[in-house]
């Protein structure tokens, strides 16, 4: 039963390749035939991801239905080089690409550079691009480059404000990435974290650990390590239990 569904939900994306194809040869003008393959593009590009998340179809299969959408994206921009929002699907496609590699290869695809320069495109010609921002921002973390990341959600938390966990979050996977003899810079970013983020917001990436493992086990600050331990409490989040055990036993030796 669970295969049934999986073949009709591909079949969707068939029948949109063949009616953004039919749109193709019915256009009258660039502006329409550049909208017809960039769907065209957006179809190949979800039955690729779908099939192969699904292993549906093997390495290779997945390869060249992706080169077809590249190849319309492409050609929906030669049509409308001026219209950012094909610079956005193209990217949109190239990031999603390197999620789904990174799944298989936990390491940085090489898909990821194509998408920066396509959202990097689209900021270009409209630098208050909410979407553009946030997706620029998920590329250069995803690339290791927090900090471009955290002047890009600077950028889209300036416009909107609700935005503003992703810039903690950035300053969060900053802080955790340093080296152990580098803990000075890992403090200030995961205290910045901490400072940004409100109880309700969505983060993803958790500060209150790493920076209590550099005050408990490197730099044996435990009034400071206390203050971390209120502000998660207060915050109802989680604190490994080591460290709670460890700063007990700081107060039994005063």
């Not at 009709?8 to 029948?15: I, K, T």
């Not at 958790?206 to 005050?215: Q, R």
Request: charged share 30%.
């Amino acid at each position: 039963m669970y295969r049934m569904y999986q073949s009709w939900y591909v079949s969707r994306y068939d029948g949109e390749i063949r009616r953004a194809g039919q749109a193709i040869a019915a256009s009258r003008n660039t502006t329409q035939r550049s909208a017809a393959y960039a769907d065209r593009a957006d179809a190949y590009a979800e039955k690729a991801r779908y099939s192969r998340l699904m292993k549906l179809i093997a390495g290779e299969e997945y390869n060249k239905l992706f080169d077809l959408a590249v190849q319309d994206y492409n050609q929906a921009i030669a049509l409308d080089p001026d219209n950012a929002e094909m610079y956005y699907r193209r990217g949109n496609a190239y990031y999603s690409r390197a999620g789904l590699d990174m799944i298989y290869e936990p390491h940085t695809s090489v898909f990821l550079a194509p998408a920066k320069a396509d959202f990097s495109r689209v900021v270009e010609k409209n630098p208050k691009d909410i979407m553009a921002l946030d997706m620029l921002g998920l590329t250069d973390g995803s690339r290791g480059d927090w900090t471009q990341a955290i002047a890009d959600f600077e950028q889209e938390a300036a416009l909107k404000p609700r935005m503003r966990f992703r810039v903690s979050d950035a300053y969060c996977n900053r802080g955790s990435s340093y080296p152990g003899e580098k803990y000075d810079l890992a403090i200030s970013d995961l205290n910045q974290a901490i400072q940004i983020r409100g109880t309700s917001d969505p983060c993803e990436c958790e500060p209150y650990n790493p920076l209590l493992a550099i005050y408990v086990k490197q730099t044996r600050e435990y009034d400071k390590a206390r203050e971390v331990v209120a502000l998660a409490q207060r915050s109802g989040k989680w604190i490994a239990p080591e460290y709670l055990e460890q700063l007990k036993a700081s107060n039994a030796n005063r």
